[in-house]
């Protein structure tokens, strides 16, 4: 009839490690224009600070935690690979809540409130990891520490 994954205790391969490890397209929903990639970001407890963002060209992303809070970092797209450090915002995002990224915005893996892993569904083309996925490093002294209220 289809497939199937076990998106709250994901195996297999993955992107990244600890902090956070990304399981690509587990399941696709497939349809007349390009696939859909139903994929997870597992992250762990780390230090609240921002050091690498993304953005993709030609699509927008969709997150939602599944089993815990998270907090997501947002800048506006820009149109360029210049980061927008002064332009970055951090959301809490309650589990359960999907968030729609719009096309060119900046982001990158969420950050777990709490003492567990939490796995967040993102949802995105099949493979724009490797296709339309800009990937900058902050240097040291760009670095953003995230304040918790």
């Not at 600070?49 to 927008?60: L, P, S």
């Not at 970055?88 to 950050?111: A, I, K, N, S």
């Not at 902050?138 to 995230?146: L, P």
Request: net charge negative.
């Amino acid at each position: 009839y289809g497939t199937y994954a076990d998106m709250l205790a994901p195996k297999g391969p993955h992107i990244g490690q600890q902090p956070i490890e990304f399981y690509r397209d587990m399941c696709t929903v497939n349809s007349p224009g390009e696939a859909v990639g139903l994929s997870i970001t597992k992250v762990y407890p780390r230090s609240f600070e921002i050091n690498v963002a993304e953005y993709h060209d030609n699509c927008g992303e969709a997150i939602m935690p599944l089993n815990g809070d998270v907090l997501i970092h947002v800048a506006p797209a820009t149109g360029t690979s210049d980061v927008p450090y002064d332009d970055f915002e951090v959301f809490r995002v309650p589990q359960g809540t999907m968030v729609v990224l719009y096309p060119g915005v900046w982001h990158h893996g969420p950050f777990c409130l709490g003492t567990k892993p939490v796995s967040t569904l993102v949802v995105l083309p099949v493979r724009t990891y490797v296709k339309d996925c800009k990937v900058i490093p902050f240097a040291e002294e760009r670095k953003i520490r995230i304040a918790i209220q």
